[in-house]
């Protein structure tokens, strides 16, 4: 399995940055999709999640009404839209995919299959 996370860069605050996981090696259809981040010296931490079938969303209250997840199927691919970005959103994020829940995966973050990070540094 291969969980493939790209669009990570350098943005100012304010701006936006889309992060995309292309997933393969296995289906996941009754998978929940997600993404975590971990800042320089602090614990991991849920960010958001969707299942496959992208009917259910959850966010943590740190994102929630500026980063939307959304899935293609087709593509197998997970996004990430990430706008009125802050300082404090600067981590590597990393997608994840678990057998589960939006909201198990959320609380619990043990998880199936980790993809690599993807660094996003947002500047004041």
């Known amino acids: 399995v291969q969980l493939q996370a790209s669009g990570g860069g350098l943005v100012q605050a304010g701006g936006s940055l889309r992060l995309s996981c292309a997933a393969s090696?296995?289906?996941?259809?009754?998978?929940?999709m997600g993404w975590f981040r971990q800042a320089p010296r602090k614990e991991r931490e849920f960010v958001a999640a969707?299942?496959?079938?992208?009917?259910?969303?959850y966010y943590s209250d740190s994102v929630k009404g500026r980063f939307t997840i959304s899935i293609d199927n087709p593509k197998n691919t997970v996004y990430l839209q990430m706008n009125s970005l802050k300082p404090e959103d600067t981590a590597v994020y990393h997608c994840?995919?678990?057998?589960?829940?939006?909201?198990?995966?959320?609380?619990?973050?043990?998880?199936?299959?980790w993809g690599q990070g993807t660094l996003v540094t947002v500047s004041s």
């Open positions: 994840a995919a678990d057998r589960s829940t939006v909201r198990r995966m959320a609380e619990t973050g043990s998880i199936d299959y």
């Open positions: 090696g296995r289906t996941f259809h009754n998978y929940a």
């Open positions: 969707i299942t496959w079938s992208g009917l259910t969303t």
